[in-house]
């Protein structure tokens, strides 16, 4: 089955793209009347944001590191991290953290170590999203083109999405759990992790801040790209901030394509359509796509310059092969 689904993970990205350009053709009176713009302060406020937000991830993917017993140099973590996000497109979803396992041992570090970083990452960047997305629909009660068939769900719907986050942050050996059971049915050593219910939500909201980052560079983006007063600006900002989390979330747990493309796009569609019109949302969505995936082919080139690949004296060590995953991480 997982042979099958890499085969059809490119076809499965070409129908994503064209269910993409049929969108941008259904609503191209609308895009052709918008009045687009080309704002510079708006796009380095953006640009800033996103800078803060990857140095938030990184962060937090070096804490992680950290509760299995692994200790890896900022610049080095960075080079890594950048590095390995430019492969994460390739089908197969499995290159990202290959790379990055692959590149960690050169550090030390046990692919058991990386992977379950990883692993936890994936589980608590995920987690974050659910008390945003709960106060966001608990307060506005929008979930956009969905909002007439889900009326009087919205309590329900905050309700799902809190329970995982209370479940985990009573009790966090659940989670831990899961991940050391998944190393064991690929012949992996699981490793102890000090993760206490205090530390899960210290991470929990360091999480949270960074997808308000994330949030925050989409809307000024946004913001860049068109021309809004500043009450419209006020008024669209919630939104906009939320719905990066959310549509980034459903892409993730898609699975479908590489980075959650199409399908990330979409939900974006259904989130903010009704408030900002569907073609416009969708060459947004596209754009933020874009811009990060350039700054990332940057931020690797960069790194690749100036920060060191391994410790000035490497020693020689075993080679283990690293666990080969489903998801890439962003």
């Known amino acids: 089955m997982r042979r099958l689904f890499a085969l059809l993970q490119p076809v499965l990205i070409g ?8 969108l941008l053709a259904v609503q191209w009176d609308e895009l052709r009347s918008y009045r687009w713009t080309l704002r510079p302060g708006w796009l380095l406020l953006s640009m800033l944001l996103l800078l803060a937000s990857w140095a ?25 991290w950048f590095q390995s996000a430019v492969v994460r497109y390739i089908p197969g979803n499995v290159w990202q953290p290959l790379s990055m396992t692959l590149q960690c041992q050169r550090w030390s570090i046990r692919a058991e170590a990386t992977l379950t970083s990883v692993a936890l990452y994936q589980a608590v960047i995920l987690l974050a999203v659910a008390p945003i997305a709960a106060l966001y629909v608990g307060v506005t009660g929008n979930v956009g083109l969905l ?4 009326a009087g769900m919205t309590i329900w719907l905050v309700a799902a999405g809190l329970l995982p986050v209370a479940v985990f942050l009573a009790r966090p050996g659940l989670l831990i759990g899961a991940i050391n059971w998944a190393l064991n049915k690929v012949g992996r050593t699981p490793l102890p992790t000090h993760l206490t219910s205090a530390r899960l939500l210290g991470l929990l909201a360091a999480a949270a801040l960074n997808w308000l980052l994330w949030g925050g560079s989409f809307a000024a983006l ?3 790209l068109g021309d809004y007063t500043a ?24 699975f479908i394509t590489p980075s959650g493309f199409g399908v990330r796009e979409g939900a974006f569609y ?13 060459v947004i969505a596209l754009a933020m796509r874009l811009w990060t995936t350039l700054g990332e082919l940057l931020m690797a080139g960069a790194m690749t310059l100036l920060a060191p690949a391994a410790p000035a004296q490497e020693t020689s060590a075993t080679v283990l092969a690293p666990l080969p995953t489903d998801e890439p991480l962003r």
């Open 147 to 150: 909002s007439e068939f889900l």
């Open 270 to 282: 259904v989130l903010l359509a009704p408030m900002m019109g569907g073609g416009v949302v969708t």
């Open 222 to 224: 946004a913001y860049a």
């Open 15 to 22: 129908v994503a793209l064209i269910f993409i350009i049929a």
């Open 56 to 80: 938030m991830e990184i962060g937090i993917w070096r804490h992680l590191l950290g509760l299995v017993d692994a200790q890896l140099p900022f610049w080095p973590a960075v080079r890594i």
């Open 231 to 254: 009450a419209r600006m006020l008024a669209l900002l919630p939104h906009l901030i939320a719905a990066y989390p959310i549509a980034y979330a459903i892409g993730f747990l898609s």
